[in-house]
């Protein structure tokens, strides 16, 4: 998808990035390996969100001199998830400035998220919340509309089968962007149960 009359869409760096971040998140969540991964990550939106549908969470995490308190998620434990965590805040926020648009594509954000997202700098940004142990949220878990369908057709070796299924999900998230459409990936991620622990390296 690259243009649609005066708006133009991810170019072919942004879809790699894409899939570079899935699969990063692929490999510290889900026991996916070899073929599978790689069909699953080749969606083209993120298949994780950083809460773009939930500003109250965006306006104290980006409030001035922000205090903890007693809920506070505190930091991600995973250094995995770290690093996966800084590597989309910093290229969701280039790509707000440069194509807000595409964001739309890739992750369901708003035009006014980005706006929001922009007017700190990329450091004071990931100061602020590159760390926190509640911004990411998966859409792989519980998601109507999108969970099941990644993880069963979006995986086929039919091409076909698997590509209609990265698109109907992908319909899902630009109509479906209520914040509690997501589950919260924990900040304690190497106790998660089930499918989505944190890989033992």
């Not at 390996?33 to 994780?48: D, E, N, T, V």
């Not at 089968?161 to 319909?171: I, K, P, T």
């Not at 990936?185 to 106790?191: E, G, N, R, S, Y």
Request: with cysteine; net charge neutral.
């Amino acid at each position: 998808m690259q243009h649609s009359g005066d708006y133009p869409g991810p170019s072919p760096d942004d879809y790699a990035n894409v899939t570079a971040l899935n699969t990063a998140f692929i490999r510290a969540t889900l026991d996916l390996k070899g073929p599978q991964c790689g069909r699953l990550a080749a969606a083209s939106f993120l298949l994780f969100s950083l809460r773009e549908h939930d500003p109250a969470w965006w306006e104290d995490a980006l409030a001035e001199g922000r205090q903890g308190d007693l809920m506070d998620p505190g930091e991600l434990s995973s250094a995995e998830l770290r690093s996966l965590q800084i590597a989309a805040l910093s290229f969701i926020w280039q790509l707000c400035r440069r194509n807000p648009y595409a964001v739309r594509i890739i992750s369901g954000a708003t035009i006014a998220w980005c706006e929001r997202t922009i007017q700190l700098p990329l450091i004071s940004l990931l100061n602020r919340v590159g760390a926190r142990g509640d911004l990411v949220q998966s859409r792989l878990l519980d998601v109507p509309g999108i969970s099941s369908r990644l993880l069963s057709d979006g995986i086929s070796a039919d091409k076909v089968v698997r590509r209609s299924a990265h698109l109907a999900a992908l319909q899902t998230l630009l109509t479906h962007t209520a914040a509690e459409n997501y589950s919260r990936l924990p900040a304690a991620a190497c106790k998660m149960p089930g499918v989505m622990r944190v890989l033992d390296k």
